[in-house]
């Protein structure tokens, strides 16, 4: 449009038209310096979850922080991957905005996050100026977990809550009251038997552990690896917090242990099995 009022400007010699184009390539020029000045000096960030697996949708927080120091940045859009964009209405000088967003990965292994991009339509909507930030990380992710009614080591049989032996411990069932060594805490005191004793007596609990749980990766149903790396992945996800679990893979075993730490280790020697 300002192109055409420019060469009618010229052909006519109407002083009017030359106004009128002046007019719009001043507002096109401070527009422009407004709208890339407005998305300048945002730094994103984008902080992904402890567990993320192949075809569910993960959680990740995305932020962007303003080191602007007197001027606010406006109608910013932040985009990353295949996600749905996150829109701050505005994002105050020096000052972190952040949002969640869903991102669902199609397979396994370790996957680049690619880039985050910043974009905006401030000031009047007519443009849409935007930076690219390259995100030099990548993400585990582990693959996508399959039931399986495998205790993980080739027994079909085995059921919840096999496999317990008893210990000393502070909980399970009574077992015995003994005589207090000084050493137990007062809660373990048996008042109502110490009473009609002259000593101070204690209750003694068991405790119930379960035995060590180990997945064999070859001996697991499935067909095909992907579907057996599924099935050792659900295994752990289920039974890490409750018992300690190991694995053989690729030719090595991995001790067992309990916990989420250990439950995090396991998932991810699956991700990356078959990747080296």
């Known amino acids: 449009m300002t192109l055409l009022l420019g060469f009618a400007a010229v052909n006519t010699g109407n002083n009017l038209l030359f106004l009128v184009v002046a007019g719009l390539l001043a507002f096109m020029s401070v527009t422009g310096l407004a709208g890339m000045y407005n998305i300048k000096k945002l730094i994103p960030d984008i902080h992904p979850p402890?567990?993320?697996?192949?075809?569910?949708?993960?959680?990740?927080?995305?932020?962007?922080?303003?080191?602007?120091r007197y001027l606010p940045s406006f109608l910013i859009r932040l985009e990353c991957l295949t996600s749905q964009p996150l829109v701050f209405p505005v994002?105050?000088?020096?000052?972190?905005?952040?949002?969640?967003?869903?991102?669902?990965?199609?397979?396994?292994?370790?996957?680049?996050?690619?880039?985050?991009?910043i974009s905006s339509t401030y000031p009047?909507?007519?443009?849409?100026?935007?930076?690219?930030?390259?995100?030099?990380?990548?993400?585990?992710?582990?693959?996508?977990?399959?039931?399986?009614?495998?205790?993980?080591?080739?027994?079909?049989?085995?059921?919840?809550?096999a496999g317990l032996r008893r210990e000393r411990g502070l909980s399970g069932e009574l077992e015995r009251i003994y005589p207090y060594s000084g050493s137990e805490p007062l809660r373990m005191i048996h008042w109502k038997h110490s009473a009609r004793s002259n000593d101070l007596l204690v209750k003694?609990?068991?405790?119930?552990?379960?035995?060590?749980?180990?997945i064999?990766?070859?001996?697991?149903?499935?067909?095909?690896?992907?579907?057996?790396?599924?099935?050792?992945?659900?295994?752990?996800?289920?039974?890490?917090?409750?018992?300690?679990?190991?694995?053989?893979?690729?030719?090595?075993?991995?001790?067992?242990?309990?916990?989420?730490?250990?439950?995090?280790?396991?998932?991810?020697?699956?991700?990356?099995?078959?990747?080296?």
């Not at 020096?94 to 996957?111: E, K, L, P, Y």
């Not at 693959?143 to 809550?161: I, K, L, M, N, Q």
């Open 91 to 117: 994002v105050l000088q020096d000052s972190t905005r952040q949002g969640s967003i869903g991102i669902t990965f199609n397979r396994r292994g370790c996957v680049p996050l690619g880039k985050i991009t």
């Open 216 to 276: 064999d990766l070859d001996a697991l149903s499935g067909q095909g690896v992907e579907e057996r790396l599924s099935r050792a992945a659900w295994l752990v996800q289920r039974w890490v917090r409750e018992r300690p679990v190991g694995m053989l893979v690729g030719g090595r075993v991995l001790p067992a242990g309990i916990g989420k730490q250990h439950g995090l280790m396991l998932l991810k020697e699956l991700a990356l099995y078959g990747s080296d």
């Open 204 to 214: 003694g609990f068991g405790r119930s552990v379960a035995a060590p749980l180990v």
């Open 124 to 161: 009047v909507g007519f443009f849409t100026r935007y930076w690219s930030f390259e995100i030099d990380s990548t993400v585990t992710v582990f693959p996508r977990p399959v039931a399986t009614d495998s205790s993980g080591s080739g027994d079909e049989s085995a059921a919840t809550g």
């Open 50 to 68: 402890e567990e993320i697996y192949a075809g569910i949708p993960a959680t990740f927080h995305l932020s962007v922080r303003n080191t602007k």
